[in-house]
């Protein structure tokens, strides 16, 4: 980039943001990008739980074409994506909770806080699954 003159002055031009390829990725970076996309998740989750409340209201061939849907293989995958993003939103907002609090910003608990997100999401998401096949 070539300096610009200003007031009959050469400046220097200023310096830019460095790109995402400048930084090392690491877990906290991950986790923070996954909060953003889980929350984006949890807004397609509500628009399945509109088209479930709807099928619900309206008369048995509507809630029949939403059953069928949400019982196949990739009905099922889905409601599964949406309960690990319940559960990751929900864990990754609790460790912002903490974070801006002034707690966990260093070195020792940085890291393991965020994997923390990560396997308590998965926990309670399985552990949410296995409840509702065992009372099925």
Request: aromatic share 14%; charged share 10%.
């Amino acid at each position: 980039m070539a300096s610009t003159e200003l007031g009959g002055k050469a400046q220097r031009p200023r310096p830019l943001s460095p790109h995402l390829d400048i930084y090392r990725w690491s877990v906290t970076m991950a986790i923070s990008i996954a909060h953003r996309v889980t929350g984006v998740g949890l807004y397609i989750g509500v628009l399945l739980l509109a088209w479930f409340l709807l099928a619900l209201s309206s008369d048995a061939a509507s809630f029949a074409v939403f059953s069928a849907f949400i019982h196949s293989f990739i009905g099922r995958l889905v409601l599964f994506g949406f309960t690990f993003a319940l559960f990751q939103h929900l864990m990754s907002g609790l460790r912002h909770f903490i974070l801006d609090a002034g707690y966990g910003l260093d070195e020792p608990l940085r890291d393991p806080l965020a994997w923390a997100v990560v396997g308590c999401s998965a926990a309670l998401t399985l552990i949410v699954w296995v409840i509702g096949y065992a009372v099925r």
